[in-house]
């Protein structure tokens, strides 16, 4: 499960097993998508590049995406 702290605000960004983003900050805690719709909880705002940094698209391990779609 990776978990990271927002540099300037403090929250707790973890991603949970079902591909979601819960955000934790100042005692609130909100879902979110990777894409930042707001699944659930008091928390409503969560930074959008922590999300997709997190949970977003990644790209292939072997780090060869690029010469495999050049043809």
């Given at each position: 499960m990776s978990r990271l702290?927002?540099?300037?605000?403090?929250?707790?960004?973890?991603?949970?097993?079902?591909?979601?983003?819960?955000?934790?900050?100042?005692?609130?805690?909100?879902?979110?998508s990777w894409d930042g719709r707001h699944i659930d909880g008091e928390l409503t705002y969560?930074?959008?590049?922590?999300l997709v940094w997190l949970a977003g698209p990644q790209l292939p391990a072997d780090g060869d995406s690029?010469?495999?779609h050049r043809g």
């Open positions: 702290r927002h540099p300037m605000n403090g929250a707790m960004y973890t991603v949970l097993s079902n591909g979601h983003v819960q955000v934790e900050n100042n005692g609130m805690q909100g879902e979110f969560a930074d959008p590049h922590m690029v010469r495999k």
